[in-house]
Every structure is written in structure tokens, then in C-alpha cells.
């Protein structure tokens, strides 16, 4: 007794099979795509990232500066205080 299997099934077995097949390709570079569209929008996240911290970076540098360029003349009114009341002193 022979096993016979319905033509309508084979055919609809191989549809699905070429179907899947065909597909594959498409999948496949729609996968690398997404892929590559997320890593671009992690190095544009990261570049931002690291924009805002050099950004807070320069901004403390430049307080910095100023505080310094601030404190000159207190500093040099301390040394001449410190001089004035060594000279004192000395006498």
C-alpha cells in the first residue's frame, strides 16, 4: 500500500518553503539596517554626551580663570601687608 500524499498539500508545503526562502534576503537587510540605525543613533548619543561634558568642563576652567584673575589684587594687597607688617617689626 502505497503512501500517497495529496498534491494540494505538497504544493502549499512548497510555496511556504519558497516563500521563506525568498524572504530571507529581505529579512536579513532589514536586520542590518535597524542594526546600523541604532548603533549610528548610540554614537550620535554618545557624541552629545560628551559635547556637554567638556562643555562643563570649559565652563569650570574658565571659573577658574576669572577667580583667578579676581584674586590678584587680594593677593598682592596680602603680600604688601605681609611686608608692611615685617618692616614694622624689624624697627
Same mark, same amino acid.
Given at each position: 500500500?502505497?503512501? =500517497?500524499?495529496? =498534491? &494540494? ?27 546600523? @540605525? ?6 550620535? $548619543?554618545?557624541?552629545?554626551?560628551? &559635547? &556637554? &561634558?567638556?562643555? /562643563?568642563?570649559?565652563?569650570?576652567? $574658565? ?7 579676581? @584674586?590678584?589684587? $587680594?593677593? @598682592? ?6 611686608? /608692611?607688617?615685617?618692616? @614694622?617689626?624689624? $624697627?
Amino acid at each position: 500500500m502505497p503512501d =500517497h500524499v495529496n =498534491h &494540494q498539500v505538497t504544493d502549499a508545503v512548497t510555496q511556504v518553503n519558497v516563500k521563506v526562502v525568498a524572504e530571507a534576503p529581505a529579512m536579513a537587510m532589514g536586520s542590518l539596517y535597524q542594526t546600523a @540605525s541604532h548603533s549610528t543613533g548610540l554614537m550620535f $548619543t554618545n557624541a552629545v554626551n560628551a &559635547q &556637554q &561634558q567638556l562643555n /562643563m568642563v570649559a565652563q569650570a576652567a $574658565t571659573m577658574q580663570g576669572v577667580i583667578q584673575m579676581y @584674586s590678584i589684587d $587680594t593677593v @598682592s594687597d596680602a603680600i604688601a601687608i605681609a611686608r /608692611m607688617l615685617q618692616a @614694622s617689626g624689624d $624697627t
